[in-house]
């Protein structure tokens, strides 16, 4: 049982130690199975380049660029996003079924402690997969950059906000089947419409402009840019856009943890 005097140190400061030891532990666990958390995505995105590769190699005309120089910098966020996602999620999702997730919260840690601790280990799995896939595909398509504090900044805030809609649905979701939806039927689709493979200028109308309102979509665009100079959208709008979704998402899953959603039952 904590003592007061070091309950109150962790309300004035940092538990630096255990924020540190809670982020190792979740990187530990996907290092353990780093085939199927790095290797796995890396082979999906050569998929995805193999397949459309060869059906729209010869297409010059997508935003102003071959075909695979457009294409490589989406599915390297596309990979990326997943992975974040799938780190925070399944993490908290397999310490409810195995009832060890109040072991969690009954370390010296307060709840946005462990919300950076998680989201961390989902950004940093996320960031490996983004460096795996880039040096990959590297091996095949020339890549250049063109602004590279365009790509260091979006990959940390779709990390950053993978692996918080991931923590949010950890902690909703009862089972796996539940993770797994959020997965297949959100996830994928506003990835893939985000403009991963062409540019939203091709999806009919509605489409298009609901995709204005999609941040993945701003994700993707400020991302290709940094590697491209070419953007379909307002790039201010989309780092604004982009940093509220973050706000908002980390504040509510944080309030989530606080209040012992789904979690101390």
Request: glycine share 8%; proline share 3%; with cysteine.
């Given at each position: 049982?904590n003592?007061?005097?070091?309950?109150?140190?962790?309300?004035v400061?940092?538990?630096?130690?255990?924020?540190?030891?809670?982020?190792?532990?979740?990187?530990?666990?996907?290092?353990?199975?780093?085939?199927?958390?790095?290797?796995?995505?890396?082979?999906t995105?050569?998929?995805?380049?193999?397949?459309?590769?060869?059906?729209?190699?010869?297409?010059?005309?997508?935003?102003?660029?071959?075909?695979?120089?457009?294409?490589?910098?989406?599915?390297?966020?596309?990979?990326?996003?997943?992975?974040?996602?799938?780190?925070?999620?399944?993490?908290?999702?397999?310490?409810?079924?195995?009832d060890?997730?109040?072991?969690?919260?009954?370390?010296?840690?307060?709840?946005?402690?462990?919300?950076?601790?998680?989201?961390?280990?989902?950004?940093?799995?996320?960031?490996?997969?983004?460096?795996?896939?880039?040096?990959?595909l590297?091996?095949f398509?020339?890549?250049?950059?063109?602004?590279?504090?365009?790509?260091?900044?979006?990959?940390?805030?779709?990390?950053?906000?993978?692996?918080?809609?991931?923590?949010?649905t950890?902690?909703?979701?009862?089972?796996?089947?539940?993770?797994?939806?959020?997965?297949?039927?959100?996830?994928l689709?506003?990835?893939?419409?985000?403009?991963?493979?062409?540019?939203?200028?091709?999806?009919?109308?509605?489409?298009?402009?609901?995709?204005?309102?999609?941040?993945?979509?701003?994700?993707?665009?400020?991302?290709?840019?940094?590697?491209?100079?070419?953007?379909?959208?307002?790039?201010?709008?989309?780092?604004?856009?982009?940093?509220?979704t973050?706000?908002?998402v980390?504040?509510?899953?944080?309030?989530?943890i606080?209040?012992?959603?789904?979690?101390?039952?």
């Amino acid at each position: 049982m904590n003592s007061p005097e070091t309950k109150n140190n962790i309300l004035v400061g940092i538990n630096w130690l255990g924020l540190k030891t809670l982020y190792l532990r979740e990187v530990q666990r996907f290092l353990k199975i780093i085939g199927q958390t790095i290797l796995a995505p890396v082979i999906t995105v050569l998929l995805f380049l193999a397949v459309f590769g060869i059906v729209f190699g010869s297409e010059r005309n997508i935003a102003g660029l071959e075909y695979q120089f457009f294409l490589v910098p989406g599915l390297i966020m596309m990979a990326t996003l997943q992975s974040a996602f799938a780190n925070t999620s399944t993490s908290i999702i397999q310490q409810k079924i195995h009832d060890s997730i109040l072991d969690l919260l009954v370390t010296p840690l307060n709840s946005i402690e462990i919300a950076i601790s998680l989201i961390f280990g989902g950004v940093t799995r996320g960031v490996l997969v983004a460096l795996s896939t880039t040096i990959t595909l590297s091996l095949f398509v020339s890549i250049e950059i063109y602004n590279l504090w365009f790509i260091f900044i979006h990959l940390f805030a779709s990390t950053i906000l993978m692996s918080s809609i991931g923590m949010v649905t950890g902690i909703w979701a009862e089972k796996f089947d539940h993770v797994s939806t959020i997965s297949n039927f959100v996830i994928l689709p506003l990835s893939f419409l985000s403009g991963t493979f062409f540019p939203i200028e091709r999806f009919p109308v509605i489409i298009e402009k609901l995709s204005y309102f999609n941040p993945f979509f701003y994700i993707m665009d400020g991302f290709r840019y940094g590697f491209t100079g070419v953007s379909q959208g307002s790039l201010s709008i989309g780092i604004t856009v982009v940093l509220i979704t973050n706000i908002c998402v980390i504040s509510y899953g944080i309030f989530l943890i606080h209040i012992g959603y789904k979690l101390r039952a």
